[in-house]
């Protein structure tokens, strides 16, 4: 699928369009699966909570409109249960998004040896990784979360220094001052997110826990942030017009149609129901230009992991090696653990004897995190 030597830009992002193509049931079939189970989480929510908030909104209009405590009261209560819910959502999805990743690593992987790979095979590739692709997201979660409060806490600081409540000016000059604070915050996220990009590769490929993995994503950054960010951005430029030239037009015809079906005189139910129903529509659609979109970015990312350490450990030599057997384990290249050990579920791996191309025989040692020779 691509040639066993360092990459260039044009082979990773023409790589990753051919390992989608040739395992699209086990990379689309498993993203749109899970694309749509988030959906489906997410508009279970809107149905209930969201509908039955604005139903409340609807109920209290006058209520609220005299400012009446009692409906004000229960206006924040509404309001706190819905953002509880959506940020429980949210969650789930961020944990889907990961597991997704990290299994869809495995094509990919198979496919630089022109080996093709079933739904199930990847699957039973990734389950012993799943608690740590977790555990990745967790972590990138709480540190989210740490950033979000530090730059909160900063903004109400010079919110209560300021004491804008009297002076335009100087709310203008809180807004101006919170957008300025807000630079340096984005700029170490783009570049901590970069560093960790090849984490859930290097977790599922080199067996490795969620802080290993994360240290070896940033070891193979080193000297390499400017290459890994250019074709990780150039790759989501791509999947975002992919997806807007296709879910844009159809998000259009749905707030066209959707208000025609409403009539003249819509009641409250009315409303709500066909709200959520054009909101349940674009989701669909956005999940599965999702779905190929999230394919072709996780390849991206697996085939950049397969670059950089094809530029700093030989693993081009590796792959080279393994392919002159001509057999096929059912294992990932380049992993410590043999695919017939994750196929049979057997005891932990001590070393394993392997045949060579020459018809040899020769011992491999046990994975000791932080050796990646060939």
Known sequence: MIPLRPLGLGEILDGAFQAARRNGKAMFGSALIFQLATVAVTMAVMFIIFGRFMTDIFDMESSLQSNDPAAMEALGGGLLTLSLSMLLTGFLAVLIQMVLQGALVVPVLRSVLNRKTSFGQMWRLTKPRVGSLLLLAVLYAVATVVAVAAYAAIVVGLIVALDPQDSGSAILGVIALSILLSLPFVVLAVWIGTKVLLAPAAIVVENVG??????????????????????????????????????????????FVMPLMLGSEPTTDQTITVLLISQALTSIVSAVVGAVTLAFQTGVMALIYVDLRMRRDGFDIALLKESETGKDDGGIPGSPVPGALV????????????????????????????????
Not at 217 to 239: D, E, P, V, Y
Not at 344 to 355: L, M
């Open 210 to 255: 969620a802080i290993a993995g994360i240290k070896r994503s940033w070891q193979l950054t080193k000297r390499n942030w400017w290459r890994t960010f250019g074709t990780s951005f150039l790759a989501a430029l791509i999947a975002g017009i992919i997806g807007g030239v296709i879910t844009t037009p159809v998000s259009m015809l749905v707030s």
């Open 343 to 374: 196929s049979e579920n057997s005891a932990p791996y001590g070393n394993t004897t392997y045949g060579n191309s020459n018809g040899t025989t020769g011992v491999e040692t046990p994975y000791q995190p932080g050796n990646y020779g060939s």
